[in-house]
């Protein structure tokens, strides 16, 4: 719905700032429109915000002469609406960036290509900063645009036919548009995974779902069914799936991101072992603790130089912390030593990124009866991190932790 408490300073400022009648007068005054804004948004960049507010303030002015609905008025209204944003002012902020949208929807194209990416936008704010209430009945409205075109181009011929040095060749409808008519397509699907993004951190599982599903349609109908784009759609629905605990449709989606990851982008890349990664974890959840050895076992010798990344070392952790688990301490303590080894060299000695591989090395000495060596580790933890380590409870899970990630303390010290 259409503020009316800045649709009335809208209106005011029109009248103040002398409605332009002469064509002359036009180009000269959208000199110092773009001249102000930008000085405005220039200060607020760089945290200038004595001098952000009032300089925006002014660009809306000037923005006023054009009419109550146009393009720079929306533009001027956002930048403004922007600096209340970042200045915590989101109340002030909040109607300002409705009107930006709502002269958007009037003056922009019936189809919509750049009304829901500015919806997304508002559907965040709204969500992050803004009224709650206001998000599902916006986010109803920029699907239905989105689902809405998708099931136009569903009811359409799939592909085109076309011959190419006497060839036939077998398109898409979008991947024979021109670029200009592809940019607004991905524009929707990024709209729609941002915020799905941030309704998944909300646990509103269900419009997150509709979202997501929204752009893997979308990038379906840009780039076929073998993507990267698609890949990741995969991966935000596993995601997904695996916070509701809906195992099965977890490790659908996970293992078709990482399959399709690892044909595009080869299986050393890191995006790749980090799908591997959760792949596995979605599978030792489910109980399939096999299938997650298997994924683990063959990623051992994926790299014949040491990953910059790291992965290979993760990689030799994971599966002997998966052999620590089922208590097999044998198998366990040669991958875990040389993950160690390897963590020390990659990260450094007094790293705390170090700890974790130091503490659970310890932890599988233990219990192989190498008491002395294990006591000598946990000094060293110890060292590294200022607590006293403790066996039992330090032992980190397969399932829920990274041991490249920092050390965390409880309060009574003992590492969690």
Known sequence: MR????????????LLGSPICMAADAVEADKKWQQTL??????????????????????????????IEDLRLAKSLGELGRYYTVRGKFEEAEPLLEEQLHIKE?????EGDQVVPAMGSMIKFYLVNGSKDKADPLAGRMLDIVEGKIKETSNKPKTNVTKVDGKITLEAWAGVAAQTARDPLLE???????VAAVYFAEKKFDMAERLYKAALEVKETIYGKTHLSLANSYDSLGGLALARNDYF?????????YEMSAKILGKTNPVVYGRLDKLAKCLIQSGKRAEAEQLYVSAQNLWKEPSKSGD???????????????????????????????????YGPSSQSFVPYVQRYAYVLYYLGRKPESDEWKARAADIIGNVFIADGAAKSTENSDPAGAVKTSPHGAVR
Do not use: M
Request: glycine letters at 4%.
């Open 38 to 67: 930008r000085e405005g948004v220039d200060a607020l960049d760089t945290n200038r915000y004595w001098i952000a507010e009032p300089t925006l303030k002014a660009a809306v002015v000037e923005a006023g002469k054009f009419g």
């Open 249 to 257: 449709t977890a490790e659908s989606h996970l293992r078709d991101a």
């Open 106 to 110: 009037e003056v922009l194209d019936e």
């Open 312 to 346: 290979d070392i993760r990689a030799c952790y994971a599966l002997g912390n998966l052999y620590c688990e089922d208590k097999n301490y044998t198998a366990a303590e040669p991958l875990l030593k040389k993950a160690l080894l390897a963590a020390e060299d990659f």
């Open 188 to 194: 929707w699907a990024i709209a729609c995974d941002s």
């Open 3 to 14: 503020s009316s408490k800045v649709l009335f300073l809208v209106q005011i400022l029109f």
